[in-house]
């Protein structure tokens, strides 16, 4: 996988490369407002990313951007609507490491990931954690590894939903620290957080921002975030691979905007443009954070390179995972 750090080293370069085609866009684009269909209802991380990035670019493209909700189905129905909408960059996908899931996850979808859909910009990182309860034995990730490994298949472990990244998150986490421990999956946060209180499961991963009051708050305990790097919001938490010792893993969920297929490369260039300049607003940046979002832009390269990258992982985590095809 592309992590932050490689995206980061890479997109000043690639990116410049892609400007002079945004000066060269069709004549007239965009012509009417955009649509961006999200895959996840109102109110939720990965909606309220899609608003602020966009509320920032109507003011460069100069048309109004409308958010349009379509949830559920692994993502499917919105992926599905902008897959078949005209391909003229007025109608764009938020797409997410749940894009990459699906291609595993179900037996069959009315789309291509990688081959209906024209990349345009990574948005953001976020991370995921794992968390014990305050009061729990396991102090560091450390002695809850050492805990798994003695005592096999006694570990409960919370997640959302099966699928679900967190849910092949923990699935990873589980086969690359060579432990047996039971996955347990929950209808949601709430729920995961409520059996975490009341001792049903000794552990959970779930992504930082909807459990950072529950850390803050001293009701639970942080022992590690999954991705590359510590987060600034947590800056006394260790990552997986270092708390762990596991030198290869890096687990982050990340948003980014797609257009239909075949959309010319000139609209796709001056979206990723507006995307870039987005992104280094500091009230953007600022408000993302506040999200648990790093503010992270990219080449429509290396979102490609990207989405092939999580398809390949996460479809081999569901095989060893032995998580039926839906």
């Known amino acids: 996988m592309l992590s932050r750090r490689d995206l980061l080293s890479h997109s000043l370069a690639l990116g410049a490369a892609g400007l002079p085609l945004a000066g060269r866009a069709q004549a007239g684009f965009p012509s009417k407002p955009i649509r961006i269909v999200v895959p996840f209802g109102a109110g939720g991380v990965a909606d309220l990313t899609a608003r602020t990035v ?24 919105a992926g599905d609507t902008v897959a078949k909408a005209e391909p003229d960059g007025h109608t764009l996908l938020l797409m997410s490491n749940g894009t990459a899931v699906s ?28 968390v014990v309860p305050e009061g729990s034995r396991f ?35 589980k086969t690359s620290a060579g432990i047996e421990a039971q996955i347990v999956p929950f209808n949601g946060t709430p729920a995961v957080v409520t059996a975490l209180r009341g001792g049903q ?34 800056p006394e938490v260790p990552t997986v691979k270092d708390a762990a010792r596991l030198a290869s893993f890096s687990v982050a969920s ?19 443009q ?12 600022k408000r993302l954070a506040e999200l648990g979002v790093e503010a992270h832009s990219s080449t429509p390269e290396q979102l490609a390179a990207l989405l092939d990258a999580e398809i390949k992982r996460w479809s081999e985590v569901i095989t060893r995972a032995r998580i039926p095809r839906q």
């Open 254 to 272: 990340w948003n980014a905007l797609a257009a239909p297929a075949r959309t010319p490369r000139e609209v796709v260039a001056r979206l990723n």
């Open 274 to 285: 507006e995307v870039q300049a987005a992104l280094k607003s500091p009230e953007v940046r």
């Open 103 to 130: 291609e595993g996850l179900f037996k069959s979808l009315p789309f291509d990931p990688r081959k209906d859909f024209a990349p345009v910009s990574v948005l953001g990182f976020f991370d995921l954690v794992i």
């Open 201 to 234: 499961i000794d552990a959970a991963v779930e992504i930082l921002a909807p459990v950072a009051a529950q850390i803050s708050g001293k009701a639970l305990r942080a022992l590690a975030v999954m991705g590359d790097k510590r987060n600034v919001a947590l």
């Open 54 to 77: 966009a509320q920032k670019m109507a003011e460069g493209l100069g048309q109004s951007i409308v958010i349009e909700n379509k949830p559920g189905a692994g993502g499917i129905v």
């Open 139 to 173: 102090t560091t990730l450390a002695e809850l590894v050492a805990n798994a490994r003695a005592n096999p298949g006694k570990l409960n472990v919370g997640t959302v939903a099966i699928g679900s990244t967190q849910n092949l998150a923990a699935e990873l986490f």
